[in-house]
């Protein structure tokens, strides 16, 4: 019988050559990546080995990444020492693949993996932070765990007892037009699909405008499958894969590319077509409340923030510091922007954009997650309002149950900045 | 198995920013999370950080519980206080954290109860012991039954590590 992009990947990997949907296998981990909750994996794969008479030791320090990302600089005295610590258990365990707080290295991990050619198609990728479902975009079966499992991960190099799951195919025909971004479409889907809908399930993306989009495109859509609450989304390698990897991550040789078998079975499919789509906005306080700016247009805003695994690419620093230039942020409304890595920001600084969008009004900030989970900077005020091309909205999300976030693509966030309030990208000039 | 009151009762998607909010996630250990196990609901979590919730009482919601952050805190909250929680469907992330630090939880598509209503669950049933109704459970998850026997996952990896080594 046929087998999805999955199981394809799932069978190669464990040297099989079929595993069905519901077949419960060890899978070997190619890479794990933690950031600052790596403090937490520490305390419980040290636990694992108490009173075994072993030595707490990693599997492969070469398959572990640790990303410092949701709170940089160290924003109090416990995150510092917790940093601490890890920094220490890295000198111990010999983990090279550490990107510390420094301008020459860091960044989100869902970007430093991708910039750093860390994540290859076919590979197994699991993070212990639920956004790991963002390396799909390569073509890597990746998804989110919690600290527990990963100290499991750490000791063993095996994800235990995982159960092969079943695919929903995403079929995206045409292109989308002026204006519209994959931000937009990974919105519109996560609407059709509801916030459960896709639990359990991999989103397999396909079709002309995937086909058609950029690493940096794919990479958003596959961010946000979690908010559908799907395990993992992923875009079969393509060229552009090829082309991202040797370009842009610096990845020499063959990659292991392949597809799904066209027969393959999908639990459901889903067409969208992108020629019609026009910006979506996900309201408060689920991801998948999502409508068309037409109905919330309008909305006055208290903060826009710009940045995020989701959307802190150059691309998209692009789009707004070219809509900024030579205008002002509207007056009564604060805007952040968090480029998603150094290497980001020093693009984003050779290219003039930071200097258009300070000179415009906004407040260019450390490359991290900043406000987006509400740990580090930029908190809403009571009752206030903001727009944000982050990844969730839930209650209390920015630092404050009693503010709203509106979520966004980077157009519509430049777009409302000058206005001030919600604003469709497509009507400014 | 136990019985108690439904001490909280919640809707659909509960996302883990409600169990456990972002900014204390630099607490880590279990032992230090319980305190701001649902700090945005002050009136329940200062019962909880009162002792007023007695262990065995049962949290109840909706569809997707647990929904968004892999924080691990999110369970390891609620498993301080020994509570229950019931609902309808979990997330993925929720559901498999819950089951590796020991959280006792309970997949119950139908449920039907109200804040106070006494609750007993006996052999793959939970009954409302006010209104009389009986709702089935459904199994957790085949591939993580080893774990729930052993007590957690750290357990069974110890001793998992031992079995490959001998």
Same mark, same amino acid.
């Given at each position: 019988?046929?087998m999805?992009?999955?199981q394809?990947?799932?069978a190669?990997?464990?040297?099989?050559?079929?595993?069905?949907?519901?077949d419960?296998?060890?899978?070997?981990v190619?890479?794990?990546?933690s950031?600052?909750?790596?403090a937490l994996?520490?305390?419980?794969f040290?636990?694992?080995?108490? #009173?075994?008479?072993t030595?707490?030791?990693?599997?492969d320090?070469?398959?572990?990444?640790?990303?410092?990302?949701?709170?940089?600089?160290?924003?109090?005295s416990?995150?510092a020492t917790?940093?601490?610590k890890?920094r220490e258990?890295? &000198?111990?365990?010999?983990?090279?693949?550490?990107?510390?707080?420094?301008?020459?290295?860091?960044?989100?991990c869902?970007?430093?993996?991708?910039?750093?050619?860390?994540?290859?198609?076919?590979?197994?990728v699991?993070g212990?932070d639920?956004?790991?479902?963002?390396?799909g975009a390569? #073509?890597?079966?990746?998804f989110?765990i919690g600290?527990?499992?990963m100290a499991?991960?750490w000791?063993?190099?095996?994800?235990?007892?995982?159960?092969?799951p079943g695919s929903i195919k995403v079929?995206?025909?045409?292109?989308?037009?002026? +204006?519209?971004?994959?931000? !937009?479409?990974?919105?519109?889907?996560?609407g059709?699909?509801?916030a459960? +809908?896709?639990?359990?399930?991999v989103i397999e993306f396909?079709?002309e405008?995937?086909r058609?989009?950029?690493?940096?495109?794919?990479?958003?859509?596959?961010?946000?499958?979690?908010?559908a609450?799907?395990?993992a989304?992923v875009?079969p390698p393509?060229?552009?894969?090829r082309r991202?990897?040797? !370009?842009?991550?610096g990845?020499?040789?063959?990659l292991?590319m392949?597809?799904?078998?066209?027969d393959?079975?999908?639990e459901?499919?889903v =067409?969208?077509?992108?020629?019609?789509l026009d910006p979506?906005i996900?309201?408060?306080?689920?991801?998948?409340?999502v409508?068309?700016?037409?109905?919330?247009?309008?909305?006055?805003?208290?903060?826009?923030v710009? #940045?995020? *695994?989701?959307? #802190?690419?150059?691309?998209?620093?692009?789009?707004?510091?070219?809509?900024?230039?030579g205008?002002?942020?509207?007056?009564?409304t604060?805007?952040?922007?968090?480029?998603?890595?150094w290497r980001i920001y020093?693009?984003?600084?050779k290219?003039?954009?930071i200097?258009?969008m300070?000179?415009?009004?906004?407040v260019?900030?450390?490359p991290?997650?900043?406000p987006?989970l509400?740990?580090?900077q930029g908190?809403?005020?009571?009752?206030?309002t903001?727009?944000?091309?982050?990844?969730?909205n839930?209650k209390?999300?920015?630092?404050n149950?009693g503010?709203e976030?509106?979520?966004?693509?980077?157009?519509?966030a430049?777009?409302?900045?000058?206005?001030?309030?919600i604003?469709?990208p497509?009507e400014?000039? | 198995?136990?019985?108690?009151?439904?001490?909280?009762k919640l809707?659909n998607?509960?996302?883990? !920013?409600?169990i456990?909010?972002?900014?204390?996630?630099?607490?880590?250990?279990?032992?230090?999370?319980?305190?701001?196990?649902?700090?945005?609901d002050?009136?329940?979590?200062?019962?909880?950080? =009162?002792?007023?919730?007695?262990a065995?009482?049962?949290?109840?919601a909706?569809l997707?519980?647990? *929904?968004g952050?892999?924080?691990?805190?999110a &369970?390891?909250?609620?498993?301080?206080? =020994?509570?229950?929680?019931?609902a309808r469907?979990?997330?993925r992330i929720?559901?498999?954290?819950?089951?590796?630090v020991?959280?006792?939880?309970?997949?119950?598509?139908?449920?039907?109860?109200?804040? +106070?209503?006494?609750?007993?669950?006996?052999a793959?049933?939970?009954?409302?012991?006010?209104?009389g109704?009986?709702?089935a459970?459904?199994?957790?998850p085949?591939?993580r039954?080893?774990i729930?026997?052993? +007590?957690g996952?750290?357990?069974?990896?110890?001793?998992?590590?031992?079995?490959?080594?001998?």
């Open positions: 019988m046929g999805t992009y999955t394809k990947l799932l190669r990997a464990c040297g099989r050559d079929q595993v069905d949907v519901g419960i296998l060890e899978l070997p190619h890479l794990a990546m950031h600052e909750n790596a994996v520490i305390n419980q040290n636990d694992i080995f108490t #009173g075994t008479g030595q707490p030791v990693v599997w320090p070469e398959r572990i990444a640790i990303i410092f990302d949701h709170r940089v600089p160290a924003e109090s416990k995150t917790n940093q601490k890890i258990f890295v &000198a111990l365990q010999g983990i090279e693949k550490f990107h510390d707080v420094r301008g020459d290295e860091g960044g989100i869902h970007q430093i993996l991708p910039e750093n050619g860390y994540v290859r198609p076919g590979q197994i699991v212990s639920s956004h790991t479902t963002t390396h390569l #073509g890597a079966f990746a989110g600290a527990t499992e499991a991960v000791a063993l190099g095996s994800l235990l007892n995982v159960e092969v079929v995206v025909k045409g292109q989308l037009s002026n +204006g519209v971004y994959p931000k !937009d479409l990974i919105l519109k889907l996560i059709l699909l509801s459960e +809908g896709a639990n359990y399930k396909h079709g405008a995937i058609d989009m950029s690493t940096s495109g794919r990479l958003v859509l596959c961010n946000m499958a979690v908010e609450g799907a395990t989304g875009v393509d060229a552009e894969t991202y990897l040797r !370009d842009e991550a990845v020499p040789g063959e292991d392949f597809g799904p078998d066209p393959a079975r999908y459901r499919v =067409e969208i077509n992108a020629d019609e979506q996900a309201c408060p306080h689920t991801v998948d409340n409508k068309s700016i037409s109905q919330v247009k309008g909305k006055k805003l208290d903060q826009i710009v #940045g995020s *695994c989701t959307n #802190g690419r150059i691309d998209d620093i692009e789009i707004v510091a070219r809509t900024l230039r205008k002002h942020v509207a007056k009564g604060r805007m952040l922007v968090f480029p998603a890595s020093t693009e984003a600084l290219n003039g954009y200097t258009d300070v000179l415009a009004g906004a260019v900030c450390n991290g997650c900043g987006c509400g740990v580090h908190a809403l005020g009571d009752n206030e903001a727009l944000a091309t982050t990844n969730r839930f209390g999300r920015m630092g149950p503010a976030v509106f979520l966004c693509s980077p157009a519509v430049a777009a409302s900045a000058l206005s001030g309030v604003s469709d497509r400014v000039h | 198995m136990n019985a108690g009151k439904v001490v909280l809707g998607d509960i996302s883990t !920013d409600i456990y909010p972002g900014r204390y996630m630099a607490t880590v250990l279990p032992t230090e999370t319980p305190k701001f196990a649902f700090a945005d002050a009136e329940f979590n200062r019962a909880l950080n =009162e002792n007023k919730v007695p065995g009482s049962f949290i109840l909706g997707n519980f647990g *929904c952050s892999s924080r691990e805190q &369970a390891s909250c609620i498993k301080g206080y =020994e509570l229950t929680v019931i469907n979990f997330a929720f559901l498999q954290n819950s089951i590796n020991g959280l006792k939880m309970i997949i119950c598509p139908d449920i039907e109860a109200s804040e +106070g209503d006494e609750l007993e669950v006996r793959g049933e939970v009954h409302n012991l006010t209104t109704k009986s709702f459970i459904q199994p957790l085949k591939a039954q080893a729930i026997d052993a +007590g996952l750290i357990p069974y990896v110890r001793k998992l590590l031992l079995d490959r080594a001998a």
